[in-house]
């Protein structure tokens, strides 16, 4: 999965938004203004910052060389994934849905509830 490619399945995720709370260089993906995701090139190679679930964090980092602990955030909850096509891009997008899943799951019970009402709790808890 290259960077647009990650761009365009963080966006198409219900309700997902775009910001630039850091610069330019890093884009922020919210649901409900809760980060789910960092998009970014670090030294020319483009990689993603995304929340798990820490036994799964552990897991997927001894799975996969691209998966490391997350740069510049709790490193127990969130990973960084290299986007350098050695993880299937269905595996990307696994790790995409598990990271919007769990944020999803801390909202406040009123914004949960609305986006399960309005997409379907298959399409908001697709990696829980």
């Given at each position: 999965?290259?960077?647009?490619?990650?761009?365009?399945?963080?966006l198409s995720k219900?309700?997902?938004?775009?910001?630039?709370?850091?610069?330019?260089?890093?884009?922020?993906?919210?649901?409900?203004?809760?980060?789910?995701?960092?998009?970014?090139?670090?030294?020319?190679?483009?990689?993603?910052?995304?929340?798990?679930?820490?036994?799964?964090?552990?897991?997927?980092?001894?799975?996969?060389?691209?998966?490391?602990?997350?740069?510049?955030?709790?490193?127990?909850?969130?990973?960084?994934?290299?986007?350098?096509?050695?993880?299937?891009?269905?595996?990307?997008?696994?790790?995409?849905?598990?990271?919007?899943?769990?944020?999803?799951k801390g909202l406040?019970?009123?914004?949960?509830?609305?986006?399960?009402?309005?997409?379907?709790?298959?399409?908001?808890?697709?990696?829980?």
């Amino acid at each position: 999965m290259d960077y647009q490619a990650a761009k365009n399945y963080l966006l198409s995720k219900p309700e997902a938004v775009e910001d630039y709370p850091f610069g330019p260089q890093a884009a922020v993906f919210k649901v409900k203004q809760k980060m789910f995701a960092i998009l970014m090139h670090r030294e020319g190679v483009a990689q993603m910052n995304l929340k798990c679930e820490p036994h799964r964090a552990a897991a997927l980092r001894d799975m996969y060389e691209a998966v490391i602990p997350g740069y510049h955030m709790n490193k127990l909850h969130w990973n960084t994934v290299i986007l350098n096509n050695t993880i299937a891009d269905s595996d990307v997008q696994k790790m995409i849905d598990h990271s919007y899943s769990l944020v999803v799951k801390g909202l406040r019970k009123v914004e949960k509830s609305a986006l399960v009402l309005a997409y379907g709790e298959t399409e908001i808890f697709k990696e829980l």
